[in-house]
């Protein structure tokens, strides 16, 4: 069949990259892509945002199974317009995908099925925002742009005088644009993060092997949040008695509650998880794969994605058997430009691509880049995946950095102590 994948990111390549290779697929196209899914795929120079030019390449191509990437075509309804016109596509309708475009709805909908998250609150003004900060006790606050802020809408607070000045940066000074126009304030959680992700479609849940992500951008999970520094698959963390609870405790519940909702899921939710003394507890939901989790996750997957993820669209998830696993872990490391997550220099040309490449068990993914004059440079904040797989994980990381080693540009950095969290857990 021929497949379509939205979206231009390291998630999109690692789609790209796997559906090339599943039986099911004769042909891959992205749109728009980058320079390193244009050699698993024929890249279409064409905006995700304009959806009607979506549903009239996917209908002239002949499209058989469009999987989207990244959030905004989701909350934008993206899926809605080509279900309208009977044609197939991996993920959740506009609704939906409220349960990541707004962090307001998605606490409500854990609070109606009493799935395990923070205490929180809801505000549209600092003043009342002030309020509820003075009514407590002084500690700890994350306060969260209610809407989509390219995974940079979350602000990690001290104390009541910093969780006010991040109330004040989204809701007047309009940091995040829209996304601010309400702020979430919840209590902090303390423990390590999993990332889980499941295929949903009807009542099934099929989830992945779990992962573990690292948000902040310093070794050591110091400095600010990122879009995600680096990802390994499997964890420690989650043991399978673990894994037993969460999908019962938060995946089911949350699936449940979203139907009687009258906003019933399909496609991949992923559940950010803090595993607290307590127990697991949400701190946010998705509504598309990871990134930097699709990477490692996907590098594993051995059954066929393309069939996997036309089942789930069309309504037969519950047809497909059991998911086959590569047991070898495996290490993504993300490579970024100076300055990220702020402001940085795009168009340093990127050299050492084809050494690392040529590494056993080492797949680059392209995350922020372009092609110029014959030449791959940079073209974003996060700009490479480097993935590994490796007999254990301590060989995973090791090839992962090796292959780290053979690229250079100007600026390059990554952190260092990608996957070292599971000697702890």
């Not at 849940?205 to 698959?233: C, F, V, W």
């Not at 999908?247 to 019933?264: D, N, Q, S, Y």
């Not at 991949?268 to 509504?287: D, F, R």
């Amino acid at each position: 069949m021929k497949v379509l994948v939205i979206g231009q990111g390291g998630r999109e390549h690692a789609l790209v990259w796997k559906l090339a290779r599943s039986e099911s697929v004769s042909e891959v196209f992205c749109i728009p892509g980058n320079a390193g899914i244009a050699a698993d795929a024929t890249c279409v120079d064409l905006d995700i945002g304009d959806i009607p030019a979506l549903v009239s390449f996917a209908k002239d191509t002949s499209i058989d199974l469009t999987v989207v990437g990244p959030e905004a075509p989701l909350v934008d309804g993206l899926v809605d317009a080509f279900q309208s016109d009977d044609l197939s596509a991996f993920g959740p309708t506009a609704e939906a995908a409220a349960l990541e475009g707004s962090k307001a709805f998605a606490k409500e909908i854990m609070r109606r099925g009493n799935v395990p998250t923070a205490d929180y609150a809801v505000f549209e003004t600092v003043a009342d925002a002030r309020h509820f900060l003075d009514d407590r006790e002084d500690q700890a606050w994350v306060v969260k742009a209610d809407g989509l802020a390219a995974g940079k809408g979350v602000l990690m607070c001290r104390n009541r005088d910093e969780a006010l000045v991040a109330v004040e940066e989204i809701l007047v000074q309009s940091a995040f644009g829209d996304a601010g126009r309400k702020v979430v304030i919840e209590q902090t959680l303390v423990g390590q993060e999993a990332s889980i992700l499941a295929l949903v479609e009807g009542n099934t849940i099929l989830t992945l092997e779990a992962s573990q992500d690292h948000k902040r951008a310093g070794d050591g999970d110091t400095g600010p949040n990122t879009g995600g520094m680096g990802a390994y698959s499997p964890t420690p963390l989650i043991t399978p008695e673990l894994m037993a609870e969460i999908e019962e405790r938060i995946l089911i519940p949350t699936v449940h509650t979203m139907k009687l909702a009258g906003t019933p899921f399909s496609g991949l939710l992923y559940a950010g998880l803090m595993i607290t003394k307590q127990g697991p507890k949400v701190l946010e939901y998705n509504v598309r794969f990871g990134d930097p989790e699709a990477q490692p996750v996907l590098m594993r997957l051995k059954s066929d994605f393309g069939k996997l993820l036309k089942a789930a669209a069309d309504g037969h998830l519950s047809d497909f058997g059991p998911l086959e696993w590569d047991p070898r872990p495996s290490v993504c490391i993300v490579m970024a430009s100076d300055g990220y997550p702020g402001s940085y220099e795009k168009g340093h040309e990127i050299r050492g691509l084809a050494d690392a490449n040529s590494l056993d068990d080492v797949h680059v993914f392209h995350a922020g880049t372009t092609s110029e004059n014959g030449r791959i440079v940079t073209d974003g904040g996060r700009v490479l995946g480097i993935t590994a797989l490796g007999d254990e994980l301590a060989a995973a990381k090791q090839r992962a950095y090796e292959a780290v080693k053979c690229i250079r540009w100007e600026g390059a950095w990554c952190r260092k102590d990608i996957s070292d969290k599971a000697r702890q857990s």
